[in-house]
């Protein structure tokens, strides 16, 4: 049996860790809002290359209390359109349209499958005031041409780096390219917590000061309250795992990259489409092939004990929550959703695993 994700196995490793984390919060007395929280806080932001991170209480929050957040500070107003990759996960669109922003869907490309500045350029209108680019599968989106457009435009830029934690472009990483970024901590993200956890990444001391309130209440001083907000908090027990598993998340990427380059060279068949290799940028939040087949390959790998998920089955504009977009046509998204498989990858498959999965797709006609 290849499970797609080990998450027990992964966190085995950190074993002592944890536990040593867990129990020094046990003891400390402090339970939310404490020196774990700061300490990641400035850890995290270290790592990102970043001034500020703030902790929220996961990833979806992060996205919508930044686009909150700019709303507060009169840089964004009801109606405004923020264009958004027509293929990504649900959360990034969730966010815009909970604060009552447009949400202007916008094809990817179909090799790297993020957002494509030619068609992020002609979506622009005079109502276009943010970009929400997303780092689907742990590849970069193309930052430096979508900066550019934003420049040119004067838009916002908030990245989903929820599947993205240490990709970079010459050595700039995930999370500091744009104005601020989003990111998840779901125990199956490339670093994850033993729960919910997420944060906001940003250089801009004004947005970090009204998030650090938006997440408590809209408090800055304990019942003083300068916004209505909400209780998202990252707490100390989640603070203190993700502490002690951001100083392993370089060796596990690597070895996501390792595997990515094993599957890139060796799985060789015409059904199969390989994604573009891009190994020394890309973190391999998941491997994700083509496969006209794909139902049938996915119970061919099922048949001999291959766990592979779809990510995702459904285009956000086909989904009953969004029924104003179900008649809509975007041929490119629904081809992907059509077509991916996510193959098992992750820091603790094997190379036994991986020929066994290699020699697997080598076979499936
Ligand atoms: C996981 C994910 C989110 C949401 O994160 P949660 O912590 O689950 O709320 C947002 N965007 C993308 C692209 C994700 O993969």
Not at 98 to 107: D, S
Request: hydrophobic share 40%.
């Amino acid at each position: 049996m290849i499970p797609f994700l080990d998450l027990k196995a992964i966190n085995a490793q950190y074993r002592s860790e944890l536990v040593d984390a867990c129990t020094r919060v046990i003891d400390s007395g402090w339970y939310i809002n404490g020196s774990e929280l700061t300490s990641f806080e400035q850890n995290f932001a270290d790592y990102c290359g970043t001034k500020h991170t703030i902790g929220v209480a996961n990833g979806l929050d992060a996205l919508t209390l930044t686009l909150r957040a700019w709303k507060l500070l009169g840089k964004l107003k009801k109606g405004d359109e923020v264009i958004v990759p027509s293929n990504t996960y649900i959360a990034s669109i969730l966010a815009i349209s909970a604060n009552e922003l447009t949400p202007i869907l916008v094809e990817p490309d179909i090799d790297t499958y993020n957002l494509s500045p030619e068609l992020t350029a002609a979506a622009v209108t005079s109502k276009t005031k943010a970009i929400l680019p997303v780092h689907l599968y742990g590849r970069l989106a193309d930052m430096p041409s979508l900066l550019q457009i934003a420049k040119q435009h004067d838009l916002l830029v908030l990245e989903d780096a929820a599947q993205a934690h240490g990709a970079s472009l010459n050595h700039q990483k995930a999370g500091s390219f744009g104005d601020a970024a989003g990111f998840s901590f779901y125990p199956g993200k490339n670093l994850g917590a033993l729960g919910d956890a997420g944060a906001i990444t940003t250089d801009d001391d004004e947005l970090a000061e009204t998030l650090k309130a938006l997440r408590n209440y809209g408090s800055h001083e304990k019942y003083k309250n300068l916004f209505q907000g909400v209780n998202s908090r990252l707490d100390e027990i989640q603070a203190a795992m993700l502490n002690a598993k951001l100083g392993f998340l370089e060796t596990e990427i690597a070895r996501r990259r390792e595997v990515a380059t094993m599957y890139l060279q060796q799985i060789n068949n015409d059904a199969i489409v390989l994604p573009l290799s891009a190994t020394e940028n890309h973190v391999w939040h998941v491997f994700v092939v083509r496969c006209e087949r794909r139902d049938d390959l996915q119970k061919y790998l099922a048949d001999q004990g291959i766990q592979t998920l779809i990510h995702y089955p459904i285009p956000p504009h086909k989904q009953s929550a969004y029924q104003q977009w179900n008649q809509d046509s975007y041929p490119v998204s629904e081809m992907i959703h059509d077509q991916v498989l996510s193959l098992p990858i992750g820091p603790t498959i094997t190379d036994e695993q991986v020929a066994a999965m290699i020699r697997a797709c080598n076979n499936f006609s």
